[in-house]
């Protein structure tokens, strides 16, 4: 049995403590919040939990095995390290923390620890893009040209961290999961129209290998929500809507087949070729469920998760390049 | 009564032929193309037209009071400019030219010989886009922050001509449109897929005065037929979808209010306010007759286009910057 | 404060519960149930609640106030009448009983002790059923022609109630409610294709005075969920569809005007006409929420509620006759 | 080559002479109209056609093979009667007739002279539909246990042939090839809320053999168009959308299983099965272009169409019964 701490029951957090309380293998042991009201809540939905306002409880206390940090992104870095340090096996909520510097730290302390360092990048452990990431590994796809992604709604508004820190790290981690790859290169554009020098709008191209692009679009002022992204192959496109409830992947037989002509060098055709669209059956599992269950498998087992510290670091490497192009209005970063 | 050439029959000129041809004031006199089996379509559909493949027919035919072009964009200056020089009014589809220097030769020459030049922008006659103006202009949307287009689907692709230079004109026309104003900067992002050196694929941010963006995405190869553009304002905030038929424009009553606080400089408050959504009958008429009659218009009258050669410039200084930022894969270049 | 008792906690209880803890001056007292696994899921999320698998021992409490029944709809009478006769004020899921006689000693008996007896007809309590009901009551509807309503999907399956007396009181409620009145005739279609002689498909047809119409597609042999009613105004026109998320009602001002020739008695012209849709922002608040919350203050003030005995009465009837129906292939019968 | 005349060229005729214009083997020789201005039309579009407004002169012209008749149902029978007696073939626009005894005379006619009748029932040379009849061949929906048709939308109004004959045909004739049967039963309610006798409203539901329904809602007073009829089958179940354009026909991998329980004599048990959602690619070919070319091709052989003149009488059979179980509000009907 792993005995499992929260820390932060704000927005997100809430949906922690439920799935952690109903994974198989783990107990929410102790629910951490400086808001009492918030622990009134937590007193009433898992009497058997125990409450404080103080993270040091949490540190010192021998019945906590793992700490999951569900709390604003500033404090990522300073809560993660004190659990580290405390010897308890860490999942921060996404971002790992603000830097690539914090992320190594926490890294090489994990590591030295001998700790699990988990990043909840939720989206690894969604079904629907499980579900792509097989169809590309098979070939389906044919080569992957280049995907995009639309991120947006009206609200929930951060007041400190824009919306490339807040939102745009799903989408990150989704394209270097799918194409295995980190990018070269990045450009990023946007601006804050609410409150200034918070981004609230931002367009962020990824340059990987290849020629392969992904672009992200993410903003909090929109009318409508909207959750998708487009996945463009030689052979086969793929639609992955989160907001549709008929089914969140459809799979197009559409691609554009270059028919080499032959007589002049270089010379080719085009062909459109269009055939069926297929909606795969996709597992309904809660992706946090999932995320939760992996992370108390590798601390019982000591495996290292699917999205560990390094991939945590990727992210906000990836991150970094991009507030730096903002910076510039879209010149090219490098990623280092 | 106006009597008009259609230069082009191929995937644009039957469609200009049947509006011109219905175009009360305008008679399709002359109809040229290089290729003799569309003339023989032609003489089926307006057996009153005269066909020829030669352009230089049309220029020496003193029946022909204006020509209207619809060729490949290679050949739009030199035709333009051949019309204008034999004294024929001219509408040109868009692009007017392929660069700055020749639109601003053909807009000399119609000045010169007080020739009417109009470019074929045909959202600009658009009753959907023309309603968005008018909500604008009206201040229904309050400060409107930002917009982004997505014109996207298979196909049609073009061997030369990349999709910025063939299709994002429509969407900087809009753009430049509904803002009344020239950006100041261009960031664009895309890659060749298909044919090397012709981008498939492109992703444009326009930097408006005042921090307003604009910000376009298009794309030959994609899975499903997209043209939808949304203008986010403080107030209101707009999706207009050429696409849907119940209604292609849907005004939202969202908006995030800025309340200051008061007690300390500088401190706001925000707050989301969601209401009604409206969708406005528009006019069903169609935007390229709308056109067409403007140009016939403008022939009576002698009276400036709409779309006249400096917009058509306008349009081709954007689209200059965003291919020397596509080559700079992003980095921001003035629009001079 | 009123005590409340809930008996069963199967598939609909756990939201009766859910809402009974949360409305202000209600208090979930006890939870009955007849298998003991349910009630340990009760222990864990309200602990505060007394749980029995005997429905006698909340009769013989003197510390319950009022009991809400949600068992299969064979015990419905049973419940509520020994509730009644130990002097408990009763709201009963739909259908209130499975036949008038059965409604009409519940109605005779809450009279006779001076209880609240309600029905939990939930799409009464709707908000944006409401909407309508204002639409139509203001007129701007017109005169009402005729509404249908589709409520079909996969499963549920019941092993011994048919599809109209499960699904269907829902639609008959609603159209009881916006039309203000009983219809006369009912005539009703459907088959079992699973379960000889438990119908999983229905096609009602309700006559209203006046021409009026209301007709209700139920199954539960559906590829798709669909939640959909239309009503068709001489002026306007509502589309209400619980399972969209943009926006629940949308209004059409789309009719057909009938223009008096007037030469010639009793020629008429008709004139499409189509304007804008309209959206109305609805309140979100939880329609199961405003049910329980009209049931407690009912119960504190003794007011009749908007879904009493009769009204649960009037729904039977109308189910009555169209069972009759059903059994004739459709010929119409009478509503007693 | 087919010399046709056409007669009528009103709201559908346009279409129809487009298609016999165009499909090889055919001459639109002669359209005929009481119309003159509308055979102006005739002129521009078809110059080499001969235009009149008398159909004796298309009895009378030897020029002539076969007509299609695209006049109001109340003519149909007179003109293909006429056209029969003047030796020609014979191609009407549903209905083929108002009654029985019409449609049966015209059988006799044609076969007595061994002519070619046929009638314009489209649907069933609609590549989405052939594709739900391959689907329901091949065994892969099951059992098909009922369908329903929406076919609804706001005009347009005829004024003295209701929506059951003028709509209703459609689905009836679909229904009919679906299937493969006659149903045994009607029952059919509806109302006439704009002219009084005219129903604009019906539902229909046919009882075939082995408890298959088919049921049909037509209306000319709906806010929206919809044209959707679904297929429900024990394997699988079919969406047909005609007005979506992504895809017309969704097959869905969902059932319900009936597991037979064993112990108890006539127990089963009901399991819920869901699988992908397959979009099938349909050949795009116009319907009424693929009726006209089998009409020519039935003329050139001399072989019996599809939607012979038996299969017109046998939608007129279903029709009269609908319309006295419309007269009996829903009492079913039997189908002679």
Redesign the interface.
């Known amino acids: 049995m792993v005995n499992i701490a929260l820390i932060g029951y704000g927005y997100w957090g809430p949906n922690l403590a439920r799935n952690v309380h109903q994974v198989p293998g783990a107990k929410l042991a102790v629910c951490c919040d400086a808001d009492a009201s918030r622990l009134a809540q937590v007193n009433l939905?898992y009497?058997l939990a125990t409450v404080t306002t103080r993270a040091e409880d949490v540190w010192a206390s021998p019945a906590v095995d793992a700490v999951v940090i569900a709390t604003p992104a500033q404090s990522h870095f300073q809560l993660a390290k004190a659990a580290l340090e405390a010897g308890k096996h860490v999942l921060v909520e996404k971002p790992l923390a603000l830097s690539s510097e914090e992320a190594r730290e926490l890294i090489k302390l994990a590591d030295a620890r001998k700790l699990v360092l988990m990043v909840g990048h939720t989206f690894v452990y969604n079904p629907a893009v499980l579900k792509i990431k097989e169809l590309i590994d098979q070939g389906q796809l044919g080569d992957v040209?280049?995907a995009?992604s639309t991120r947006v709604n009206?609200?929930r508004?951060h007041r400190d961290l824009n919306v490339l820190w807040s939102v745009v790290p799903h989408d990150i981690s989704i394209l270097l999961f799918l194409f295995g790859h980190m990018p070269l290169?990045v450009?990023a554009?946007?601006?804050s129209?609410?409150?200034s020098g918070v981004e609230d709008?931002v367009?962020v191209?990824l340059?990987f290998p290849n020629?392969v692009?992904g672009?992200v679009?993410a903003?909090?002022?929109?009318?409508?929500?909207v959750r998708r992204m487009?996945i463009?192959g030689?052979q086969k496109?793929?639609?992955y809507d989160d907001?549709e409830?008929?089914?969140k992947i459809?799979v197009?037989?559409?691609g554009?087949l270059?028919v080499d002509h032959g007589e002049i060098f270089g010379e080719?055709q085009?062909k459109?070729h269009?055939?069926?669209?297929?909606?795969?059956?996709i597992d309904l599992s809660e992706p946090l469920r999932n995320e939760c269950a992996h992370f108390v498998e590798c601390v019982e087992k000591g495996t290292k998760p699917r999205t560990d510290g390094e991939n945590g670091l990727q992210v906000i490497k990836v991150l970094e390049a991009a507030q730096r192009?903002l910076e510039?209005?879209?010149?090219?970063v490098e990623v280092r």
């Open positions: 939905l009497p040209y280049y995009y009206l609200g508004l290169e450009s554009r946007g601006n129209y609410l409150k709008v367009f191209s340059f020629g692009m672009n679009h903003s909090w002022l929109d009318p409508s929500k487009t463009v030689s496109m793929v639609i907001v409830s008929e089914g459809k197009y037989e559409k554009v270059k080719f085009y459109l269009t055939g069926d669209i297929h909606i795969p059956k192009s510039k209005r879209g010149a090219p």
